[in-house]
């Protein structure tokens, strides 16, 4: 089905732990972005791609890493997990405007 | 820089209220604005947007229109119903090359229905 995935939908892993949340979409979509979901902040974006290779930082980047090889997959990585890195996390893309969002992973960190 | 500013929740309302949710921005230039609204367990999706001044964007029963002079985008609703209790976001989006099609977001606005 068309549209754009996020996996795994809930995780939970140990501070120090590597973690990988993916994000694909089957539109072509240029653009895709990483945000995060905390009480109190909204939604903060942690990373962007304009294009395949071609990737930048948001507001929130420090502990986390992205790559994007593929126009469609544009996963992202806790290096080393820490506490404060609990939240819900959204994938988007788009093309122009509206951004079109996954369902979120939720990764608690113990 | 840029922002968005979003009247605080939650927002209470019995079923067949009237519904406001303020949104106001700061911004230069044109930008276009958007209301994304996000029900439990969801991605955020668009709820309507506008792309100039004057504009009214309409869906699924709610509006809200571009006032530039007032530099705001309120959004409204006749009459909730429960399945319209969600998060509601405000957002606005540079119109130019080098925005890279970034939204500045409003830290949203929790909306509880009643019957």
């Not at chain 1, 996020?6 to 990483?34: A, D, N």
């Not at chain 1, 902040?41 to 071609?54: E, Q, T």
């Not at chain 1, 951004?99 to 990764?107: K, M, P, V, W, Y």
């Not at chain 2, 921005?25 to 001044?53: H, I």
């Amino acid at each position: 089905d068309a549209g754009i995935t996020q996996s795994p939908r809930y995780k939970i892993t140990e501070t120090g732990r590597q973690v990988t949340l993916m994000c694909h979409q089957t539109w072509s979509h240029s653009y895709m972005f990483w945000y995060r979901q905390d009480l109190g902040h909204g939604l903060r974006l942690i990373y962007y791609s304009a294009a395949a290779d071609i990737t930048d930082k948001g507001e929130v980047p420090d502990g986390y890493v992205v790559s994007r090889s593929k126009t469609e997959n544009f996963p992202l990585t806790l290096e080393s997990a820490t506490r404060s890195q609990t939240s819900v996390y959204f994938c988007a893309s788009s093309s122009g405007q509206p951004q079109h969002f996954g369902d979120g992973t939720r990764l608690s960190i113990l | 820089g840029d922002s968005v500013t979003q009247m605080e929740g939650p927002v209470t309302l019995s079923e067949e209220a009237f519904l406001t949710i303020n949104c106001t921005y700061t911004a230069t230039g044109y930008p276009s604005l958007f209301w994304y609204v996000q029900y439990p367990g969801e991605g955020l999706q668009l709820l309507l947007k506008a792309t100039k001044a004057d504009d009214k964007g309409s869906n699924k029963g709610f509006e809200a229109t571009y006032r530039k002079e007032t530099t705001s985008f309120h959004l409204e609703k006749g009459s909730v119903q429960v399945s319209d209790s969600a998060v509601y976001f405000c957002a606005l989006s540079q119109n130019n090359a080098g925005n890279n099609r970034k939204l500045i977001w409003g830290l949203g606005t929790s909306l509880a229905v009643n019957p």
